[in-house]
């Protein structure tokens, strides 16, 4: 195996790096192994698009739903 000499600094929460190290330490290989072997695994899928455009319709319907919340609390105060 190569000897590793260059740099990525990656920033990160304390929270998120605990859990890093923890996940490193699990399987007996050091905290940069574990990234290297983590990013050289990930594969992006057509399966973050299709999330990405539930998440954009799941903010129109609550914005929606907001919006009529807003007017029937309007009408209720009206009549009352």
Do not use: C, W
Request: no cysteine; aromatic share 4%.
């Amino acid at each position: 195996m190569a000897t590793a000499t260059a740099r990525v600094p990656v920033l990160m929460t304390e929270a998120e790096k605990a859990r890093i190290v923890k996940k490193a330490k699990k399987f007996g290989i050091s905290t940069g192994e574990y990234m290297r072997r983590a990013a050289g695994a990930f594969q992006p899928s057509q399966d973050d698009g299709a999330l990405e455009a539930m998440i954009d319709q799941m903010l129109k319907a609550t914005e929606r739903a907001d919006h009529a919340i807003e007017e029937a609390l309007s009408f209720v105060a009206e009549s009352n």
